[in-house]
Every structure is written in C-alpha cells, then in structure tokens.
C-alpha cells in the first residue's frame, strides 16, 4: 500500500485495490506519455544548436583548401615571422624573394625605385601566406601567377589524399594548405581571380554606409522615441503613428530596397552611391531604433521626471538631462543592435545598386560602393571552384564583425543596467 | 536693490522663460517631424509600388487577365516571348514557405514549450540568445549555407533534387524563422498565469495534461500570431532563395525543380540593368506590390489575432 503510494505520487485511500492497480497502470500511461512529450520537445533545442554548430564549422572548414599550386618562379617560401611586418609585409616578401634570385641590394633597391617594373612583377606574381606542406608551417610563398588548372581540394578530402598528392606532385609543383582568411585578404581589393580577391573595398564601403546609417537614423529614431514617449497626445494621429512603426517593423527588407530604388537612385538621381545605400538601410531600422529607444525612455522612471519639473525644468531640459542620460544604455544596445542588422543586409542593397566589383575604393557618400555581405553574394555565384572559399573566408569577417557588435551590445547593456 | 533694477530682473527672467518657451515650441515641431518620417516612408512605399503597379498595368502588352491566369512569368524574355503570369513566382514563393512552416513551426513550438514549461529559468536564460543567434545570422550566410552544405547533402539523398531547389532553402529558412516562433510564444506561454496551472495540477493533471491541455491553449493566440508572422518572414525572405532555390520561373510543386520566388525575380530583375521606365522595370515594382501587399495582410491578421483573441490575465 505505502510502496503504491510512493511509486504513484498519489496519496493511497486504500479503498479497492482492484481498481487501484488498473488507475495506477493508467497513471503510470499518463506519465510515460509526459516523460516522451519532454523528450520531444528537447529535439528541436538540440537541432537548432547542431544547425548553428554545423553552419559555423562548416564556414571555418571552408575557408582552407589544399592546393597544388605551380612555382615555376623560383617557388620560394619564407618563414611567417621573417615577411610578417603590419606595413609592407608583400614588399618585404618579395625583397627576400629577389634575394634569393641572386639580386643585389642596389638592384633591389631600384626594382622598388621604378612603380612600373613592381606593377608587372605584382602582376605576374602571387605574393601569399600559406601552409607550407613541405616545410615548417605558415610561411609566405611567392609563385608565378596561376589562373587555370588548379587543383583544389577541401579541408578533409585533401587530407585523405594527401599522400597521394604529394607522391604525384611534378617538379615545380607544390602541394599547400591556402588558409583563405588571412591578414592579406583584407588588404586586397577584389579582384576576378580568386587568389587576389580581398574584402578591402567592401570593408571601407560597409565602414561608410554604417557611419552614415548612424547619422542618419539616431536622430531620426530617438526623436520619433522622445516625440511619442514625452510629447504627444493620446490621439488619433498617434494611434495611427504607432500601429504605422508596427506596420513597418513587418515590411520585408527587399521592399525598402525597392523604394530606396525609386525614390533614392532614380526619382532624387542620386544613383547607386553610398548615400543611398545609407538613406535606405536608415528607413529599414528605423522602426526596431525606435521601438527599442522608446523601451528605455520609458523605462525611466517618472518620478525622476517630477523631480525635475519641480525645479523648474522645462520638458526639454528635463529630456536632455534627467531622461535620456538615464535611458542611453537601453538606447545604445538598440542601435547596436540595429547596426548588426544594418551591415548584414544584402537584398535591400542589391536593388539600390551596389556593385559586385569596384575597382576603387570609396572615398565619398557619393561613391559606388560594395558591401561585404554584397561581396559574399556575388563571390558565392561566381562559377569557379577557388570562389566558395573566398566567400567563407568573407563570411568569417562578417561574422567576427558581429559577434563584436553583439558582446558591445551585452557590454553596453550591463553596464547601464539600473533597477529603479 | 531700487524698483527699476528689480523690473529689469523681472523682465530679464521673463524675455527668458519667452525665449525658453519658443525653444519648446520648436523642439517640439522639430520632433514630431522626426516621427512623421515613419508615415512618410510607408506613403511613399505605397506611391512608388502604386503608380509603378499602375504603369505596368498600362501597358498594352500586359493585361490583368494574364497576369492572374497565365502559366508562364517572363518579363525578362525579348518581345515577342514575354508573358506576364505572375502564377509561377506565386507557387514558388508558396513551396518555399510552405517548407519553411513545416520545419520551423513545430520546431520553433517544441522548443518554446521546452523551454517555457520543463526548462528552469537559468536554462532558457542561456539557451533563448543561443536561438537568437539563428535569426542575427546575415540570410546571405544562411543562403550559402543551404547552397553549399545542406543542397550536397540531400543529393544523394533524393534522386533528382537540382542544385538549385526550393527544398534546401526552405528547410534552412525554418530554421531561421524557428526564433521568430519560439520567442513569441515563449513569451504568451509565460503570460499564461500561475493559478491555471495550479488549478489543473489540483485535479490531477500531470504536467504533460496541463501544458498540452492548459498552457497551450491559453497561450494560443500569441502562438497562432507568431505562427503568422513567421510565415511573413518567411514569404518575404530573400538571399536564401536567391542563392539556393534558383532564378527561373516555374509553375511545378515538384520540390526537386529549380524555381523563382516574387523575392528572387525582384533581385533577378533589379540587378540586370533594366532601364527604368521599361516594362522589364515596371514588372519588378508590380512583383513588389503583390509582395507588400501579403505580407501587410499577414502582419494585420497577427496584430488583430493578438487583440482578439488575445486572454488578458489580471
């Protein structure tokens, strides 16, 4: 009796036992079914955490490739620490190179002299950080340019085949792990050859549109915040105002594109610029600046803001100094946010015309421009075999950029966190 | 201190508190002007799709009875090939989603009842942000992803499936939709108030009962509004379709087949250098109508399933 108490959970009235054991089994039906229902529902937490671990291994893994590359130069290559310099570091690979040629230090020096003979030596040659298979690993490598008949095999197949490789391998050839993230890849600019592409010009171009974007939608957002938090009156218009930022919250972001298209590029002729790529992305924000900036305004307490009325202060003095300087913290880790959105958006841009190769690199808000999940976009629909690697060793940027803007954000949100 | 001297206070403090007012006045103007931005951008959202919309419909290649009934959308195509059914990206963009509901709402529900009702609150502390992450991830990252990881994967797999297909897009876009699900009806299950429970636990409901029986339902209009919502997303969602479902249009709900979706042939169309003005142009606009106008309906239906239906507790 107590024993069926226990294993039930049930408190035992001991009245028929035969009904007792078939309620029992029953119970004990009705919790095996609980125990499977939880089971179930930890299924989809495990396989969004797998998805987002594979994604993530998946992106790193295809950033490196084996390659048998040619070096039919004089297929040099030099420990890391000898050419890694901040500045000049391709320069001082390649003087090393030259060395090695049997140059002496006055034709070294007058190869640098004349920008023509390095133009078409840069030209011809690759300069680039690789892992030496043969040798010690990471050192950089310079070899005659290659454009076609490149062997390239991933991270795991290269390994598999690797003795192999290396038993096939003619004279002049090398086999090399090419990690495709490395500090050159953002030096370069893009190119079509998947060896020289870089993310130089899109890192300057998304640098330009997030400035801008800040510009643009801070005062914009948190003054609609200020307006619709401390200003306006409970009426019709405001009603309209605030179901209408709801409303925007759920536009796709390909329509903003399609209106910075029409109004920006076309009806203002700006054209495809990166003030309009600004413009555009602002609009796209702006609701999820505002919904945030409105949370921390009116997360400020109002007896702060009696307080300061009682002194005397106008509304706007009260705003400027007793409000936002206790609402800035929310305010901050929703534009932060907002930010991250911003430099990961791609559809928007591609109607507003960013370019997918830009030769120069932007210098005003007038410029063309590309970004760098523009840039991924369109190294991923390049039909070449070396051009998914470029786009993991971007996506790698990407997503660095905002795992920082997100731990900013986690900073920025506890070291302002009050409790009133 | 004489009288004059302390008119000329007086005076000062009031030409003050004058200046101070106008300063108010102004700084008031100035942001409500800010907030109007809001209602601008949505008029001219709604002025350039209507008036290009229009456009396309004047245009004497085009009629309303084609573009509804016909089986074929190729705006792009020289003259005498175009056709101007919109039926194609239709179905595509429906098979996307579609796909992308089947794994993302069961999944996005399951999780938040785990983590709602059998997690503990340090768990769902940790694991919610971890979710989160699927929905910061930038699309083009999931587009590859579903291009170059789960396409290669399901080859051998399903005989058949093109390297451009809506299956892959769709089962990666479920699982970018799965926070949108998850977080909302995290949220209306936790607005679930205690006394139901504890009612339904005081006649002997287990856990399994009052969560399936009780909390679910009590939550549902925040859950069914989530589910819309995503579908929304979903429906509006482009770099993962445009990279791994395909650009060509096509009236099939074979989930093997290279297809276009209203999002995809708007990118298609837009980065191929038509000429404003033309009706490879306009046709673009009149997709994005079509496209704004779904998806403005969705988010009405999932505001108002919230206000009416929506339980108010306490």
Same mark, same amino acid.
């Given at each position: 009796?107590?024993e069926?108490?226990?294993?039930?959970?049930?408190?035992?009235?001991g009245?028929n036992?035969?009904?007792?054991?078939?309620?029992r089994?029953r119970?004990?039906?009705?919790?095996?079914?609980?125990?499977?229902f939880?089971?179930?529902?930890?299924?989809?937490?495990l396989?969004?955490?797998a998805?987002?671990?594979t994604?993530?291994?998946?992106?790193?893994?295809?950033?490196?490739?084996?390659?048998v590359?040619?070096?039919n130069n004089?297929?040099q290559?030099?420990?890391?620490?000898?050419?890694?310099?901040?500045l000049?570091t391709?320069q001082?690979?390649?003087?090393?190179e030259?060395?090695?040629?049997?140059?002496?230090?006055?034709?070294?020096?007058?190869?640098?002299?004349?920008?023509?003979t390095?133009?078409?030596?840069?030209?011809?040659n690759?300069?680039?950080?690789?892992?030496s298979?043969?040798?010690?690993?990471?050192?950089?490598?310079?070899?005659?340019?290659r454009?076609?008949?490149?062997d390239d095999?991933?991270?795991?197949?290269g390994?598999?085949q690797r003795?192999?490789?290396?038993?096939?391998?003619?004279a002049?050839?090398?086999?090399?792990?090419n990690?495709?993230?490395?500090v050159?890849?953002?030096?370069?600019?893009?190119?079509?050859?998947?060896?020289?592409s870089?993310?130089?010009s899109?890192?300057?171009?998304?640098?330009w549109?997030?400035?801008?974007v800040?510009?643009?939608?801070?005062?914009i957002?948190?003054?609609?915040a200020?307006y619709?938090?401390?200003?306006?009156?409970?009426?019709?218009?405001t009603?309209?105002?605030?179901l209408?930022?709801?409303?925007?919250?759920?536009?796709?972001?390909?329509?903003?594109?399609?209106?910075?298209?029409?109004?920006?590029?076309r009806l203002?002729?700006?054209?495809?610029?990166?003030l309009?790529?600004?413009?555009?992305?602002?609009?796209?924000?702006?609701?999820?600046?505002?919904i945030?900036?409105?949370?921390?305004?009116?997360a400020?307490?109002?007896?702060?803001?009696?307080?300061?009325?009682?002194l005397g202060?106008?509304?706007?003095?009260t705003?400027?100094?007793v409000?936002?300087?206790?609402?800035v913290g929310?305010?901050?880790?929703?534009?932060?946010?907002s930010?991250a959105?911003?430099?990961?958006e791609?559809?928007?841009?591609?109607?507003?015309?960013?370019a997918a190769?830009?030769?120069?690199?932007?210098?005003?808000?007038?410029?063309?421009?590309?970004?760098?999940p523009?840039q991924?976009?369109?190294?991923?629909?390049?039909?070449?075999?070396?051009f998914?690697?470029?786009a993991?060793?971007?996506?790698?940027?990407?997503?660095v950029?905002?795992?920082?803007?997100?731990?900013?954000?986690?900073?920025?949100?506890?070291?302002?966190e009050?409790?009133? | 201190?004489?009288?004059?001297?302390?008119?000329?206070i007086?005076?000062?403090?009031?030409a003050?508190g004058?200046?101070?007012?106008?300063?108010?006045?102004?700084?008031?103007?100035a942001?409500?002007?800010c907030?109007?931005?809001s209602?601008?951008t949505?008029?001219?959202?709604?002025?350039?799709?209507?008036s290009?919309?229009?456009?396309?419909f004047?245009?004497?290649?085009v009629?309303?009875?084609?573009?509804f009934?016909? &089986?074929?959308?190729? +705006? #792009?195509?020289?003259?005498?090939?175009r056709h =101007?059914? @919109?039926? $194609?990206? %239709? !179905?595509?963009?429906?098979?996307?989603?579609?796909?992308?509901?089947?794994?993302g709402?069961?999944?996005?529900?399951?999780?938040?009842?785990?983590?709602?009702?059998?997690?503990g609150?340090?768990?769902?502390?940790?694991?919610?942000p971890?979710?989160?992450?699927?929905a910061?991830?930038?699309?083009?990252v999931?587009?590859?992803?579903?291009?170059?990881?789960?396409?290669p994967?399901?080859?051998?797999?399903?005989?058949?499936l &093109?390297?451009f297909? +809506? #299956?892959?897009a769709?089962?990666?876009m479920? =699982?970018? @939709?799965? $926070?949108t %699900? !998850?977080?909302?009806s995290?949220?209306?299950?936790?607005?679930?108030?205690r006394?139901?429970?504890?009612?339904?636990?005081?006649l002997?409901?287990?856990?399994?009962?009052?969560?399936t029986?009780?909390v679910?339902?009590?939550?549902?209009?925040?859950?069914?509004?989530?589910?819309?919502?995503a579908m929304?997303?979903?429906?509006g969602?482009?770099m993962?379709v445009?990279?791994?479902a395909?650009?060509?249009?096509?009236?099939?709900f074979d989930l093997?087949?290279?297809?276009?979706?209203?999002?995809?042939?708007?990118v298609?169309a837009?980065?191929?250098d038509?000429?404003?003005?033309?009706?490879?142009?306009r046709?673009l606009?009149a997709v994005?109508?079509?496209?704004?106008?779904m998806?403005?309906?969705l988010n009405?239906i999932?505001q108002?399933?919230?206000?009416?239906?929506?339980?108010?507790?306490?």
């Open positions: 009796m107590s069926a108490a226990t294993e039930t959970g049930v408190p035992d009235v009245a036992n035969l009904l007792d054991a078939r309620e089994a119970l004990a039906a009705r919790r095996r079914r609980g125990a499977v939880r089971w179930l529902t930890l299924v989809p937490v396989l969004a955490i998805l987002i671990t994604l993530f291994a998946d992106i790193a893994i295809g950033s490196i490739s084996w390659q590359i040619e070096a004089s297929g290559d030099f420990a890391w620490s000898e050419g890694f310099r901040p000049g391709w001082r690979v390649v003087g090393l030259l060395v090695a040629q049997g140059m002496s230090e006055a034709d070294i020096d007058a190869f640098f002299g004349d920008s023509e390095v133009r078409k030596f840069r030209a011809r690759r300069v680039e950080l690789m892992w298979v043969n040798g010690r690993p990471l050192r950089w490598l310079v070899t005659s340019s454009d076609d008949g490149v095999l991933g991270l795991f197949e390994w598999r003795s192999e490789l290396l038993a096939s391998l003619e002049d050839q090398l086999l090399v792990l990690p495709w993230f490395d050159a890849f953002l030096g370069k600019n893009a190119s079509r050859t998947p060896v020289m870089g993310l130089m899109a890192l300057l171009g998304s640098l549109v997030i400035v801008l800040i510009v643009i939608s801070l005062p957002g948190v003054g609609t200020i619709l938090e401390e200003y306006a009156p409970d009426n019709t218009v009603r309209f105002l605030e209408n930022l709801r409303n925007l919250a759920g536009v796709p972001s390909i329509v903003y594109g399609i209106l910075g298209l029409a109004v920006f590029v203002m002729n700006l054209g495809p610029v990166i309009a790529a600004a413009m555009t992305l602002s609009l796209l924000i702006l609701p999820v600046v505002v945030a900036s409105r949370e921390a305004i009116r400020v307490p109002d007896s702060l803001r009696q307080a300061s009325y009682g202060a106008t509304r706007w003095q705003i400027g100094r409000v936002l300087p206790n609402a929310g305010i901050v880790t929703g534009i932060i946010l930010v959105r911003a430099i990961g791609t559809a928007p841009l591609l109607l507003v015309g960013a190769f830009v030769p120069r690199l932007p210098e005003s808000p007038l410029s063309p421009y590309t970004v760098i523009i991924i976009f369109s190294w991923i629909s390049e039909n070449d075999v070396e998914p690697h470029v993991s060793a971007g996506i790698l940027v990407l997503l950029v905002l795992l920082v803007l997100y731990s900013v954000a986690f900073y920025v949100r506890r070291r302002f009050r409790t009133w | 201190m004489t009288g004059s001297e302390r008119q000329r007086r005076a000062a403090g009031l003050r004058a200046g101070r007012n106008r300063r108010e006045t102004w700084i008031g103007v942001l409500f002007v907030a109007s931005i209602v601008l949505t008029v001219a959202v709604i002025a350039v799709l209507a290009e919309t229009v456009a396309f004047g245009d004497p290649a009629t309303f009875r084609e573009f009934t016909s &089986r074929e959308w190729t +705006p #792009l195509f020289a003259e005498s090939q =101007f059914g @919109i039926a $194609p990206l %239709v !179905s595509g963009t429906l098979m996307v989603t579609f796909i992308a509901l089947v794994v709402l069961p999944l996005g529900l399951g999780s938040a009842i785990f983590l709602s009702e059998f997690a609150s340090g768990t769902r502390r940790r694991i919610v971890v979710l989160e992450v699927l910061g991830i930038p699309t083009v999931l587009g590859y992803f579903a291009l170059l990881f789960v396409t994967l399901l080859q051998p797999l399903i005989p058949g &093109r390297l297909n +809506p #299956l892959s769709g089962i990666v479920g =699982f970018m @939709i799965l $926070p %699900v !998850s977080s909302i995290i949220d209306s299950m936790q607005a679930v108030p006394s139901l429970r504890e009612a339904a636990y005081g002997g409901a287990t856990k399994f009962e009052v969560v029986k009780v679910v339902p009590a939550a549902l209009s925040g859950i069914m509004a989530s589910f819309i919502l929304s997303r979903a429906i969602e482009t993962i445009t990279l791994a395909g650009q060509r249009p096509n009236l099939t093997r087949e290279t297809i276009a979706t209203m999002t995809s042939f708007i298609q837009a980065t191929g038509q000429p404003a003005g033309s009706l490879a142009s046709s606009f994005g109508a079509a496209l704004f106008t998806t403005l309906i009405v999932s108002q399933v919230v206000r009416r239906f929506g339980e108010k507790y306490e």
